[in-house]
């Protein structure tokens, strides 16, 4: 067809169109068009109402419905300003319409303008003084002004309204709900938090179902009491409704900050500002993801932002007056805790942060109360461990506004946070009796039922409390931490004014022992760490029942530098750099994971500065930047260490203590700028990795990879061998023999193709034949890690011990960082009865492995052997710092400890021994030799005896008693 004639008939038809559109709209009705904006098709809404208001025929209860529509799709898109004037234009047409004032009044509160709200409200009283919506705006508005027995009474009315009228339209019971909801907050009514949840918001979808509003208050309820699990589908059922909400997303964002997943978070509130750039709460939660980062400029524009719209908000200005205090840690304590002590005074000493006087200044032109901003500006101080100023910021919010229920229970979470337990046992049995749906408030009483149970141990430093079962782990853990303790004070030069807490957490109630100390630390059952500290107290699970040994000797050292470099700076210390003192003083060797992942991170760039590399503790995108911080941060101290002096740390956690900033102190100490520091880093770094190359096999290629380079060159022989190996670890076995075939017919002595032939060949029972191919091809000369690996393998299997030790032998004199060699010489060598040969390997292994309790106990009984006395104690007792249930190890410190002629750490290394295991024989003639020589000759004949009633002809136990006579 020609085209002028496609032409013709779409002009021709185009008035027809037009006509069938307007038509179209001229027949939306008015709930129709309410569905469009309750779905958040607000151009479809806009349109349509626009339409119906050209109607000659609506009536005015109809005209008031549009106005109001209208000015809610234009402050979910963050047009305040065109819905305030659209409501004044609107009230100056139908100014006895209570719904157009209390929608004038609404939007008048969320503007901070308190008094016009509290006027407008009034208003519509006079005019219906059942109306709902102005109810909720008055109790609101009386609440910001600090007139809080009006306001309580104001909240009160809304069960009373509901029991009298029984309402069933949807805006009314959501209106209800709101203030229902707030009447049980201040009066701890938990059955009207059920009423609401179960009853009144289900209600309000069986009346509309597009009301998003009513999941929305639901899922704050709950998320209120950090029920995130219940809360976060309630979330998706409002967005599934209306995706444009800002609200909602944000709701999302709060329940993933507060779960601390910051990335999640920092995506919902991005999504949130996509559909409104001026929500209120979206800006509070972006600003609150940078607070929980140390990330003050950023926060403090988003706060900006917020205020922008709502400059007397309690809950910003608490934001913006906590900001003042974290960013000059200068500030004198005292005249912070002076002036929240003086409320409602306003702060008038000029050696307050400015910022932190007008925040407060400015509140209190509001209201006398200032409970909200008071109780907002503790919980961001607790975060950043300010915990003096944020208990007197709960005690007084509780003091002013006694309605609240969030500084109650956050007092109660940080006084366990700061070992007060007796004194957060109290407040929290009040918080769940008022309100027992409050997960984190459930979980920590609990906590503190097990922890009464438990037994305390006090020494000159600590409080330790375990259950009384593993009173010997307690025990052992107090001496240690009073043996260590002189040590890391002196090294840091401080010591903390009062005892520390340790709390070791143990299986109890059908819960683990790592269910428990993760509830202890975050009111939740799981943490990644086994170990944690707020700076005061310190948690752990209990390493005689964690899933895996650990080292707790080094656990306590780590924590105990978190409690006294935290308290020492005032808690003024970067979140690397406590770790990074933590991780040097645990006395452990750099690790091999951390060598693997610098290898393949640091030449593509992919590390942390100083200023992201908080963000490998706090948001870490995947586990290896959570390890990647921490080896980071160790090594940005070694090379303070290497480049400035042994007390370049020392110096610079002074700096931190002084309140100075990373940037600060470098250029202060050192004379360097934070950017020059880093490239003098990263060429440190650079040569330090080049250290791990050696003696490391080089990485396998992927299959792809391999594949690529396989085909790229046929005739590669080494390439094509490479891709034998990808194919069988990717489970293409058939695809590998055959190509493994053709390959050993060119080169016989391929090592990765000889290896697959050799799995094939033990699979199918031919296994002294695949045993054969390896060896004799490790004797030709081929070292490839892959087929030492899989010979040791195989040979352990067959318990060919001598052909282990040879090529672990080789193995570790060409991958001598590789542990697995380093295991299986030590396998062979015990297997073998080379015990000279074990303890060199031993002495290797306990490095590469500091978890390991069995390799400990072996050293220890090769070197007293040798008679290495106190090589033996250090390693006996270095195994019993990893599992104190050990009797061996209890033993072989006794049998060192003799030695020695230490006979104190002899008794009582022997009696632990035969308290674990009593028919220990060497461990009860080690007893009676240590009774005899401390003058105890018959207690010493009593366990002789005892011994030779079983064994009679004991030789060992002969001699002695002969001695004893």
């Known amino acids: 067809m020609p085209r002028w004639i496609g032409l013709l008939v779409t002009v021709c038809l185009w008035p027809q169109l037009a006509l069938a559109a307007e038509e179209s709209l001229a027949s939306v009705t008015l709930a129709e068009a309410t569905e469009h904006r309750l779905r958040g098709r607000y151009d479809e809404a806009r349109e349509a109402y626009q339409t119906l208001l050209k109607t000659d025929t609506l009536s005015e209860v109809d005209r008031v419905a549009i106005h109001l529509e209208q000015s809610h799709i234009d ?66 508005a009386l609440a910001e002004a600090g007139q809080l027995t009006e306001a309580a009474e104001a909240y009160r009315w809304f069960v ?18 709101e203030g229902a909801a707030q009447h049980a907050r201040w009066n701890r009514v938990s059955s009207v938090f059920r009423f609401v949840v179960n009853e009144v918001c289900p209600d309000v979808l069986k009346a509309d179902k597009y009301r998003w509003q009513s999941p929305l208050i639901s899922g704050h309820l709950l998320l209120e009491k950090y029920n995130e699990s219940q809360a976060i589908p309630e979330f998706h059922n409002a967005l599934r409704i209306n995706p444009q909400v800002a609200e909602i997303h944000a709701a999302m964002g709060m329940a993933f900050l507060n779960d601390h997943k910051l990335a999640e978070a920092q995506e919902r509130a991005e999504q949130a500002l996509s559909k409104n750039a001026r929500s209120i709460v979206a800006l509070a939660l972006m600003a609150d993801i940078y607070l929980s980062q140390d990330e003050a400029a950023p926060a403090r524009e988003w706060i900006d932002k917020a205020l922008a719209i709502n400059p007397y908000d309690q809950r910003l200005l608490g934001r913006r007056a906590a900001l003042a205090l974290l960013k000059t840690r200068r500030t004198n304590p005292e005249l912070v805790l002076a002036a929240i002590r003086a409320l409602p005074e306003p702060p008038a000493d000029p050696g307050l942060p400015a910022e932190f006087r007008e925040s407060l200044a400015t509140t209190l032109t509001v209201t006398a109360k200032p409970g909200e901003f008071l109780s907002t500006m503790g919980q961001i101080l ?14 007084r919010a509780i003091e002013l506004m006694p309605q609240l229920v969030a500084p109650r229970t956050q007092l109660g979470m940080l006084c366990m946070r700061t070992g007060q337990v007796e004194e957060a046992e109290a407040i929290l049995n009040e918080a769940f009796a008022a309100d027992p749906f409050h997960v984190r408030v ?66 109890a109630k059908g819960q683990p022992a790592h269910a428990w100390f993760s509830s202890r630390m975050i009111g939740l059952p799981w943490i990644q760490t086994i170990g944690a500290s707020t700076g005061v107290m310190v948690a752990l699970t209990s390493p005689n029942q964690s899933q895996r040994p650990f080292h707790w000797g080094h656990v306590l050292r780590h924590e105990l530098a978190h409690v006294i470099t935290l308290q020492a700076t005032t808690f003024n210390i970067p979140h690397w750099y406590t770790e990074a003192l933590a991780v040097r003083n645990e006395g452990t060797a750099f690790r091999s994971d951390w060598e693997e992942l610098l290898l393949e991170r640091e030449p593509r ?33 070694d090379y303070l260490e290497q480049t400035y002096g042994a007390d370049a740390n020392s110096r610079l956690l002074t700096a931190y203590r002084e309140g100075r900033t990373t940037r600060e102190a470098l250029k202060e100490l050192f004379q360097i700028e934070q950017e020059a520091f880093e490239t003098g880093f990263r060429e440190f770094l650079a040569a330090r990795v080049k250290t791990f190359t050696s003696g490391r096999a080089p990485a396998s290629p992927d299959l792809k990879t391999a594949e690529t380079r396989h085909k790229a060159n046929p005739d590669d022989l080494s390439a094509a061998d490479e891709y034998v190996l990808a194919l069988v670890r990717t489970r293409r076995v058939p695809q590998a023999r055959k190509l493994a075939e053709e390959l050993l017919k060119k080169d016989t002595q391929l090592p990765l193709s ?13 296994t002294e034949a695949a045993l054969h191919r390896l060896v004799q091809l490790r004797d030709s000369g081929q070292t490839h890690r892959e087929l030492l690996a899989v010979l040791t393998s195989m040979a352990s299997q067959l318990k060919k011990w001598d052909v282990v030790a040879e090529t672990a032998r080789i193995g570790r004199k060409s991958y001598p960082r590789d542990p697995l060699f380093v295991n299986a010489a ?55 710092l990893i599992d104190v249930t050990s009797s061996e190890a209890h033993e072989l410190l006794g049998l060192a400890s ?68």
Not at 118 to 139: C, F, G, N, P, Y
Not at 160 to 177: F, G, I, M
Not at 758 to 763: D, H, I, K, Q
Not at 828 to 848: F, M, N, P, T, Y
Request: aromatic share 8%.
């Open 75 to 140: 402050e979910e898109t963050g047009q305040w300003e065109v819905a305030e004037e659209g409501l004044a234009a609107a009230v100056m047409a139908f100014p006895k319409s209570p719904a157009l004032l209390a929608r004038q009044a609404e939007l008048g509160l969320r503007r901070g303008r308190y008094t016009q709200a509290l006027d407008l409200a009034k208003a519509a009283l006079e005019q219906d003084s059942d109306h709902v919506h102005s109810r909720l705006v008055l109790a609101h």
């Open 382 to 395: 607790e975060t950043h461990r300010q915990f003096e100023t944020a208990e007197l910021c709960y005690r």
């Open 442 to 507: 459930s979980n920590m009483r609990k906590v503190i039922g097990v922890l009464k149970t438990y037994e305390t141990i006090t020494t000159k430093h600590f409080v330790i409390r375990i259950d009384a079962q593993q009173k010997r782990l307690g025990q052992a853990m107090a001496d240690y931490l009073e043996e260590v303790y002189p040590e890391l004070t002196q090294k840091f030069g401080f010591e903390p004014p009062q005892r520390t807490q340790f709390e070791i957490y143990c299986d």
């Open 826 to 880: 030590a396998q062979a060598c015990e297997s073998l009865d080379q015990k000279a040969e074990l303890g060199a390997i031993l002495d290797l292994l306990v490095v590469l492995d500091p978890d390991d309790p069995a390799a400990r106990r072996k050293l220890a009984r090769i070197k007293l052997d040798a008679g290495e006395a106190a090589a033996a104690r250090q390693w006996a007792g270095d195994a019993l």
């Open 605 to 637: 760039g992919e590390v942390f500065t100083l200023d992201t590399i908080n963000d490998g503790f706090r948001k870490p995108k995947s586990p290896d930047d959570w390890t990647l911080a921490y080896c980071q941060a160790t090594l940005y101290a």
């Open 898 to 965: 003799l030695v020695l002629l230490d006979w104190k750490t002899a008794e009582r290394a022997f009696t632990a021994a035969l308290e674990l295991e009593d028919s220990r024989v060497e461990s009860q003639l080690g007893l009676a030799e240590t009774c005899l020589n401390t003058s105890r000759p018959d207690q010493a004949k009593v366990l002789v005896e005892a011994v030779l009633k079983l064994h009679p002809e004991h030789a060992g136990a002969k001699a002695l008693l002969g001695r004893i006579r």
């Open 754 to 766: 000889n290896v697959v032939f050799a799995l094939m060949e033990a699979r199918d029972g031919q």
């Open 160 to 177: 009373q309204y509901y029991n009298r009228k029984q309402p069933q339209d949807a805006e009314t019971l959501l209106w209800v709900a």
